[in-house]
T-cell receptor, first 114, second 114 residues
Framework: GAGVSQSPSNKVTEKGKDVELRCDPI?????LYWYRQRLGQGLEFLIY????????KSGLPSDRFSAERTGESVSTLTIQRTQQEDSAVYLC????????????FGSGTRLTVV | AQKITQTQPGMFVQEKEAVTLDCTYD???????LFWYKQPSSGEMIFLIY??????QNATEGRYSLNFQKARKSANLVISASQLGDSAMYFC???????????FGAGTRLTVKP
C-alpha cells in the first residue's frame, strides 16, 4: 500500500481482556517496528522485525506483550490480560533496511483499558 | 546506552520567524544517525531530516536544517520562516549503527503564533 496501515484506529477494552493490534507495512519494507506512546510522552521502543531474522524483543515491557510477523508482511501485536497502564497509542513503523532511512509511521492504534 | 535529551517542553515562535529546537544525545558508538520527526495533533509521525555521524555538512531539507555539532553531541533543528502549520510536537531521535531500535527524546511542542 501507499503507507503503513494500522487497525483498529481506536480500541476500548476491559481490564483483563486480550487485544490484538494489526500493522500492514509498506510493500517492500523489510524492517518493521512497534512503539508505544503514552499521553504527552515520547516513543518507547517495543519490538523490531527484520526480514526472516529473529525479532529484537528487548523493548517488550512484560511477558503479556508479544508480536508476530510472517516474512515481510503484516504484523500483529498482542497484549494479554490488559492493564490500565497499557493505555497508550501503539505506533507501527516500517523502513527499507538502510542506515539513512527514516521510518514511515502508521497513524497508530489508541488503546484505552477501562 | 543511547540517550536523547530535548530540554524544551514547549516553544513559541512568531509566524515567518526562525526557531531552533534543541537536542543533545549521548552515545559511545562512533557511527550513528540522527533524525527529527514532526507529530501534528492528528498523531502521525512525519520524518523531516537525517544527519549521519560522519557527514561533513549539516543536513538541509527545504525550510528544515540540522545544526550538527558533533563534539558537543548536539543536533538542533532549525525551522526557517515558520508557518502556522508547523505547530506540532517535534521529536529528536538517534539510531546507533549496531542497534536495531531508534531512541526518541521526550519531544518539544512548538506553537507558531500568527
Amino acid at each position: 500500500g501507499a503507507g503503513v496501515s494500522q487497525s483498529p484506529s481506536n480500541k476500548v477494552t476491559e481490564k483483563g481482556k486480550d487485544v490484538e493490534l494489526r500493522c500492514d507495512p509498506i510493500s517492500g519494507h523489510t524492517a518493521l517496528y512497534w512503539y508505544r506512546q503514552r499521553l504527552g510522552q515520547g516513543l518507547e521502543f517495543l519490538i523490531y522485525f527484520q526480514g526472516n531474522s529473529a525479532p529484537d524483543k528487548s523493548g517488550l515491557p512484560s511477558d503479556r506483550f508479544s508480536a508476530e510477523r510472517t516474512g515481510e508482511s503484516v504484523s500483529t501485536l498482542t497484549i494479554q490480560r490488559t492493564q490500565q497502564e497499557d493505555s497508550a497509542v501503539y505506533l507501527c513503523a516500517s523502513s527499507l533496511f538502510r542506515e539513512d532511512n527514516g521510518y514511515t509511521f502508521g497513524s497508530g492504534t489508541r488503546l484505552t483499558v477501562v | 546506552a543511547q540517550k536523547i535529551t530535548q530540554t524544551q517542553p514547549g516553544m513559541f515562535v512568531q509566524e515567518k520567524e526562525a526557531v531552533t529546537l534543541d537536542c543533545t544525545y549521548d552515545t559511545s558508538d562512533p557511527s550513528y544517525g540522527l533524525f527529527w520527526y514532526k507529530q501534528p495533533s492528528s498523531g502521525e509521525m512525519i520524518f523531516l531530516i537525517y544527519q549521519g555521524s560522519y557527514d561533513q555538512q549539516n543536513a538541509t531539507e527545504g525550510r528544515y536544517s540540522l545544526n550538527f555539532q558533533k563534539a558537543r553531541k548536539s543536533a538542533n533543528l532549525v525551522i526557517s520562516a515558520s508557518q502556522l502549520g508547523d505547530s506540532a510536537m517535534y521529536f529528536c531521535a538517534m539510531r546507533e549503527r549496531n542497534n536495531n531500535d531508534m531512541r526518541f527524546g521526550a519531544g518539544t511542542r512548538l506553537t507558531v503564533k500568527p
